[in-house]
T-cell receptor, first 114, second 114 residues
Framework: AQSVTQLGSHVSVSEGALVLLRCNYS??????LFWYVQYPNQGLQLLLK??????LVKGINGFEAEFKKSETSFHLTKPSAHMSDAAEYFC????????????FGTGTRLQVFP | GAVVSQHPSWVICKSGTSVKIECRSL??????MFWYRQFPKQSLMLMAT?????????EQGVEKDKFLINHASLTLSTLTVTSAHPEDSSFYIC??????????FGNGTRLTVT
């Protein structure tokens, strides 16, 4: 079985500050890990993904995430927040054997203050 | 550009009526599509896997007679909410896998049952 835990349903940062959104996963098989962003009343857009290889993954809009197997974590970071980053962020996991079946975390709403 | 199109983006219907939501893959064939449901301020919950030319696979707790899924072609899956009730009001999102790429999501359909 797989699961995802996102610590903090709300995160607030000032524009220009570091963004850190936490994600921990549980998986009995090698995981594939994803971060998606959702703007109000819209679908999900893929920010980045980890499958195999390099554990530091760079995505769109300046976001990156690091897969840490020992900590079962896949935290999302961005060095400098922008107002346009305000959105809901979802971490998700799938197995390498069934990559289509995504299990989502409960989401983290990011607010960016000027 | 969008690779998965979902229609309508929002719909209001009266209790007891049925509503059909379409999910189309653009420029690619999707033998498998997925339907998610998202309650306000909550995560996405996988409802069912839509398989082209065969019966859909429903997740535990999802009523197959309530949520009818049809995947009659390689580019179209439909979700019909039958005899809708206010508790069915939610945000429904579909997704499809484009080859080896991660899932692409539609922009969702907000259903309000009055």
């Amino acid at each position: 079985a797989q699961s995802v835990t996102q610590l903090g349903s709300h995160v607030s940062v000032s524009e220009g500050a570091l963004v850190l959104l936490r994600c921990n996963y549980s998986s009995s098989v090698p995981p594939y890990l994803f971060w998606y962003v959702q703007y109000p009343n819209q679908g999900l857009q893929l920010l980045l993904k980890y499958t195999t290889g390099a554990t530091l993954v760079k995505g769109i809009n300046g976001f990156e995430a690091e897969f840490k197997k020992s900590e079962t974590s896949f935290h999302l970071t961005k060095p400098s927040a922008h107002m346009s980053d305000a959105a809901e962020y979802f971490c998700a996991v799938s197995s390498s054997y069934n990559t289509d079946k995504l299990i989502f975390g409960t989401g983290t709403r990011l607010q960016v203050f000027p | 550009g969008a690779v998965v199109s979902q229609h309508p983006s929002w719909v209001i219907c009266k209790s007891g009526t049925s509503v059909k939501i379409e999910c189309r893959s653009l420029d690619f064939q999707a033998t498998t599509m997925f339907w998610y449901r998202q309650f306000p301020k909550q995560s996405l919950m996988l409802m069912a896997t839509s398989n082209e030319g065969s019966k859909a696979t429903y997740e535990q707790g999802v009523e197959k007679d309530k949520f009818l899924i049809n995947h009659a072609s390689l580019t179209l899956s439909t979700l019909t909410v039958t005899s809708a009730h206010p508790e069915d009001s939610s945000f429904y999102i579909c997704s499809a896998n484009r080859g080896n790429s991660p899932l692409h999501f539609g922009n969702g359909t907000r259903l309000t049952v009055t």
